[in-house]
């Protein structure tokens, strides 16, 4: 499965989003391993105060 598929996206749009986020120094990308470098810069304020919650 890639990434694209898990929210329904596609795979076109999740790499010109990534590759934007790599630009701004938001994300970092070695080999297959994807890091957030700015998590402030990455969601809004009010998005990384709510909790997560994973169901199965």
Do not use: C, W, Y
Request: aromatic share 2%; glycine share 4%; hydrophobic share 40%.
């Amino acid at each position: 499965m890639d990434l694209a598929d898990a929210p329904g996206l596609s795979i076109v749009h999740v790499s010109r989003t990534f590759r934007e986020l790599r630009r701004l120094n938001i994300l970092s990308k070695k080999g297959s391993t994807i890091k957030v470098v700015d998590r402030e810069r990455l969601a809004p304020k009010r998005v990384r105060e709510q909790p997560v919650t994973v169901r199965r």
